[in-house]
Nanobody, 115 residues
């Protein structure tokens, strides 16, 4: 059974940091490109960061220099280190795994940045 389980969300003040984790099971994690998306009510889900099988990373312009995505294939886990958080980073953050036609999603974790 495929599972992606996010953790690490919560309430943080402006300028603070959080590290999200996404633990994967039920598929060969190392074969999959991994991504973090976020969504706020009434808006489309947006890509925040991605990391390929070869560890190439990409970021949304809005988070460049503040967020870092990484993966640990031995632990089947992808991380999102979020620094210098802003109120506009408030959203539900989702983990996504992609390989050819396979596309899996986690249930999401809420991040709230308070001013």
């Amino acid at each position: 059974q495929v599972q992606l389980v996010e953790s690490g969300g919560g309430l943080v003040q402006v300028g603070g940091s959080l590290r999200l984790s996404c633990s994967a099971s039920g598929f060969t994690f190392s074969r999959y490109d991994m991504r973090w998306y976020r969504q706020t009510p009434g808006k489309e889900r947006e890509l925040v960061a991605g990391i390929s099988v070869g560890a190439t990373t990409n970021y949304a312009d809005s988070v460049k220099g503040r967020f870092t995505i990484s993966r640990d294939n031995a632990k089947n886990t992808v991380y999102l280190q979020m620094n210098s958080l802003k109120p506009e980073d408030t959203a539900v953050y989702y983990c996504n795994a992609v390989w050819i036609t396979a596309n899996y999603w986690g249930q999401g974790t809420q991040v709230t940045v308070s001013s």
